[in-house]
């Protein structure tokens, strides 16, 4: 029977699974930026600095740190490209059997910012405001028991030089992922990527998928109900099934219950190449699945697929489906709060851009001590003390321990 692997020797084949490809300099930068933010928790050089603890004066570890985040030689694309290949088997076993992929839409905002590059206007969630800061794409994979893995991340700016549209920004991140999930995964987008443009995009690409509907706007859907907008749709479509929806939290398991209808051999308004709608519609044939119910609020939930919902167990899928996405968001809060990540800063846009992948990649590690040996993550979380038994979502807990047991390992270089 093989040797387990310690956490420390699997962060040193972590680091050379997604930087193998780099210039040496640039993979020691990679292992000491990541050690840096598992160990203080901070996406700011000088604590990653100070984490580091080297035999020189902060100012000169800060400086070679600095370097590195702004090097020309370091190949993010090939960091991104060897993390999916490194992730993507995981996708193929018994926790996966049809993963779906969470797609969303999320900002880092900047209050107090005035020099940092390309500052744009974003819509912050937390407070439903607008303020200064960024945008930020990220896409996880969901499996049995609320397993996730970060797939990938990455930050844009409508400000930025190469920025042309949202689209144009978060499209390619979708198109790299694809290229390594299974091709019956489900995938599941926000509301933001209601748009007739997107459906054509997923529909060329042969993906399977749900997007939350808009109910404000005058689109028409084509429908066996009649031809009306979606808020009107929600009032005719009955919801005459009971769904049970069973969510996650620790170690209880609460059970909900919603209301499901759906309508079938939906069609989406035809639109001339200048934008303008015509009164005929497209040829490609969507479903609308409704629900309602607590978890819901005053609006019915509203989500719109290319699957063939034919029976209350398919439209129940779909919800199910729809409703992983949501733990894509715990997740964001997860690296914001864990990693400090909205108070990031750097002087370039290329160390902007490439702290937000440090800190995913660091978050992806951690995911990846989950999918190991169950007993070995429960004895890292086990190491803080708090109240409580560990919890199903461990990954404040393994943050907090970690950092303590790589220590040992960072004497030498890559």
């Not at 991340?153 to 992922?177: D, G, I, N, Q």
């Not at 459906?199 to 859907?221: H, I, S």
């Not at 609020?297 to 290319?306: D, S, V, W």
């Not at 951690?366 to 999918?371: E, I, K, N």
Request: with cysteine.
């Amino acid at each position: 029977m093989p040797r387990e692997k310690s956490i420390a020797e699997r962060f040193d084949a972590y680091v050379e699974a997604v930087g193998g490809r780099l210039y040496r300099p640039n993979r020691r930068f990679l292992r000491d930026a990541l050690f840096g933010l598992l160990e203080n928790r901070s996406s700011l050089l000088s604590n990653i600095g100070r984490a580091l603890d080297e035999p020189r004066k902060l100012i000169h570890t800060e400086k070679r740190l600095s370097r590195g985040l702004s090097s020309t030689r370091y190949d993010d694309a090939a960091v991104e490209a060897d993390y999916l290949k490194l992730v993507a088997p995981l996708l193929r076993d018994e926790r996966y059997p049809r993963p779906t992929i969470a797609v969303d839409l999320t900002d880092i905002t900047k209050p107090r910012a005035r020099k940092m590059p390309y500052l744009a206007k974003v819509h912050d969630g937390s407070r439903g405001e607008l303020g200064n800061g960024y945008d930020i794409i990220s896409v996880e994979a969901v499996g049995v028991q609320g397993r996730r893995i970060p797939l990938m991340s990455r930050l844009f700016s409508s400000k930025s030089p190469e920025y042309k549209s949202h689209s144009t920004s978060y499209m390619p991140v979708v198109r790299a992922v694809a290229q390594h999930v299974p091709k019956d995964a489900f995938w599941a987008f926000d509301i933001g990527f209601d748009s007739q443009d997107r459906f054509d995009d997923f529909n060329a690409m042969g993906l399977r998928y749900a997007v939350r509907l808009k109910f404000e706007g005058k689109r028409t859907l084509f429908t066996p109900l009649g031809n009306v907008n979606p808020s009107e749709l929600a009032t005719r479509c009955p919801r005459p099934y009971r769904h049970r929806i069973r969510r996650l939290q620790g170690r209880r398991t609460p059970i909900h219950h919603v209301e499901v209808g759906w309508v079938s051999d939906v069609y989406l308004q035809h639109y001339k190449p200048g934008g303008n709608a015509t009164k005929s519609h497209g040829a490609t044939r969507y479903s609308v699945v409704f629900a309602s119910g607590g978890l819901f609020g005053q609006k019915p939930l509203a989500i719109i697929t290319n699957e063939n919902v034919r029976t209350a167990e398919d439209a129940s899928r779909v919800v199910d489906a729809y409703l992983d996405r949501w733990g894509i968001e715990e997740a964001n809060r997860f690296v914001k709060q864990g990693f400090d990540l909205e108070d990031v800063r750097a002087l370039t846009w290329t160390g902007l851009r490439r702290m937000v992948q440090l800190v995913y990649l660091a978050y992806g590690f951690l995911a990846l001590l989950v999918h190991g040996p169950r007993m070995q993550v429960e004895r890292l979380a086990a190491t803080f003390k708090a109240f409580g038994p560990v919890p199903m979502y461990l990954y404040y807990r393994l943050l907090e321990g970690i950092g303590r047991v790589l220590r040992r390992t960072m004497d030498g270089g890559p």
